[in-house]
């Protein structure tokens, strides 16, 4: 239920994040904080090679094969009976979730092949949902609740130890700024937070303990990891940039080949090795580059996949995105994309995993029913080539 003047949340937190940047873009109208020279940060070495042919080109979008269709209907999560499910994030071998049921609203994570483990019971389980999450598959994963149905409200971070199953809040938000998408690497949690007058700082905190430690304040986006970096759009001036610090330490660091030149972009994504973003604003166009490619390549530029595009989200050879209206996945090895869910279903590839959520049934009746999917990317076949 919105109130006077505030934008009205989604009914999922999918829904959210894609009002992120209209939340976010009024933030870059400032100067960002001036440091030191950036230094190199090797590449992530656990990023998959990805398949590619010797250049991009322009894909064309083809039907989702009966194979794709098989692999995502037996990869669907079976959640406990009498309980909604919310698709949060997804990474190697872990998806996040929102349960409601009855009173009680909590967010779970769930391992492959297993049942939810409970991350938080959330304390007013019709106005707290839970926002983004991620995990570092072994001990520690961090999760944001925004306590309200706007996305102005109050949001709070919390991180959660596997080994004694209790969690923890990190940090509280009261203050206009990015919405929260942790990043939890080597014992670390890193994320950005509104610190007041349309600025926001990235923090770094350890997970077992201690005080966080910022990074860098500016004008900004919410950041993401692109192999060893934490990277994030910031305000430039006039225009925006991208800037960057080392996931290891915590330093400015320098962006691969010309991603530092571009200038103005929106929704950018990397796996640490294929970066995406969408340029134009009355002609938006999916642009891709990768290491030893001369320049990006505008491969989508046709409407309507590329019509409000947003939450782009990547894995080795698929890049996935949503529109207004639906999801598609770009298969880069093929040079091919396609729709994948249904009207208004979301879909993220990450970490290895793609995962779909979509519902059967109107969304906005009770009685519809919430379907979420998670595959192993990998195994998926190719889509089919053009031509």
Known sequence: MATSGKTPLPSSPAGARALALLLTGVLFAGCSSARSGPEPVPPDRSTAPVPRPSALAAACEVGLPTAWRSALDA???????????????????????????????????????????????????????VLAADFDGRRWAAFAVLEGRTLDSPWSLYVWDAETGASRRLARADRPGPLPQPVVRDGTVHWAQGVGDGRATVYAAPAAGGAPRALRTGVMDTPFAAGGLLVWRESAGSSTRLAAVSLANGRPAALPGSLAGLRDIRAAVSDGGTWAWVEGESAPRLMVWRPGDARATAVVTTSPAVDGMDQLRISGRLVTWRTPETSYALDLSSGSYARITPAYGYAQARGGALAVAYSVGNAKNADARPVIQVVDAGRLPGLPRCG
């Open 75 to 129: 990869g669907e999560l079976r959640t406990p009976a009498g309980q909604r499910a919310v698709l949060t994030d997804t990474g190697p071998g872990w998806t996040v979730v929102q349960l409601t049921g009855g009173d009680r609203r909590r967010a779970a994570l769930i391992r492959a092949g297993g049942t939810p483990r409970t991350l938080l019971d959330l304390a007013d389980p019709v106005e707290h949902q």
